[in-house]
């Protein structure tokens, strides 16, 4: 097995390519050969020591991927050698090979390839269940989008339109604006002015503001109408910015967390998640998005380009 791994946080640089022995399934999992993996910021923060890492040294960062089943383990129905499998849940991805338990593992359609599936699977379902599970959203409700250019943004926007939600698309230069608003964006700014230009979009305020760059919190609660609702759904910028809840009170004004986690509770939900957004897809109602692919020994130049911010869409690595 070979992996992309590193034995001291830090920038770029500790990444280096490592041979191993081929893993050993489990009982309940399966020995998947990866094909593709996707590059997310979660894994720039591991390797920046940000986020908590799997496993001992040497570290191998990646949550998400497809491939190809080699193995299957003894307890383990359904899944057979030669099978195509997608994750969006399992770590130690960044490598030649992956156990994946099979409650983990996403039946891919015939028509999706392997490293469309890795483009789309994590941001996908992130979108999904952010679209479905988190607040009752309904058709002509006026919401915001932060970070709408990034991986879940830019699926998040097209559900939207789908579902007769209009979306004002926040995103760092002119360019991204400009494709959120080919996604299906109402109208598009920048994160110096958007507060005010949402309230000249939308003037009693939006029913709902997606942040997932937190220290503009405080300008997604500025943005609310009344019982208005800022899903908070990560913190790319950093802390969070300063709020009294006293505020919230004021104006019935709601915070509420959301991470993916909470709703991949089965293999069941993982395959109706997933299925739902693959009819998405195939339908034309949503697009993948554009790749880069990098191969896993270069995954080192890939974590620059994505440290950079100036990528717009998807990386992948490929073994």
């Known amino acids: 097995m070979q992996a992309l791994v590193f034995e001291s946080t830090g920038t770029a640089e500790v990444l280096h390519m490592h041979e191993a022995t081929d893993p050993i399934p489990a009982a309940d999992e399966l020995l998947v050969a990866v094909t593709a993996a996707g590059l997310n910021f979660a894994d720039i923060y591991r390797r920046q020591g940000r986020y908590p890492l799997a496993g001992n040294s040497p570290y191998i960062a990646g949550y998400e991927g497809a491939g190809r089943v080699i193995a299957v383990g003894e307890n383990v129905k ?52 952010l679209l479905h599970d988190v607040l009752p959203l309904r058709a002509g409700m006026h919401v915001a989008v932060l970070a709408a250019a990034g991986g879940v943004g830019r699926l998040l926007l097209q559900m939207l339109k789908h579902q007769g939600i209009h979306a004002f698309a926040v995103a760092s230069n002119q360019d991204k604006q400009a494709a959120c608003l080919e996604l299906g964006a109402e109208a598009a700014g920048g994160y110096d002015t958007w507060a005010k230009e949402v309230r000249e979009w939308q003037g009693g305020g939006l029913d709902v503001v997606f942040d997932s760059v937190g220290t503009t919190l405080t300008e997604s609660l500025d943005s609310l109408k009344d019982g208005g609702r800022v899903v908070l759904f990560g913190m790319s910028g950093g802390a969070l910015s300063a709020c009294d809840p006293s505020r919230l009170q004021l104006n019935s004004h709601g915070i509420l967390g959301a991470d993916l986690w909470t709703y991949l509770t089965s293999g069941e939900e993982r395959q109706r998640r997933a299925d739902r957004l693959f009819a998405l897809i195939e339908e034309g109602k949503v697009t993948l998005p554009p790749v880069t692919e990098f191969a896993l020994s270069s ?21």
């Open 78 to 129: 359904g899944w057979k050698a030669g099978d195509c499998v997608g994750f969006a849940d399992v770590p130690l991805a960044h490598a030649s090979h992956i156990r994946v338990p099979a409650e983990h593992a996403i039946r891919l359609p015939e028509w999706l390839s392997e490293s469309d599936a890795a483009a789309v699977l994590l941001q996908g379902l992130t979108a999904d269940y």
């Open 299 to 319: 995954g080192a130049q890939a974590h620059r380009l994505l440290e950079t911010r100036s990528f717009s869409g998807k990386i992948i690595l490929k073994p």
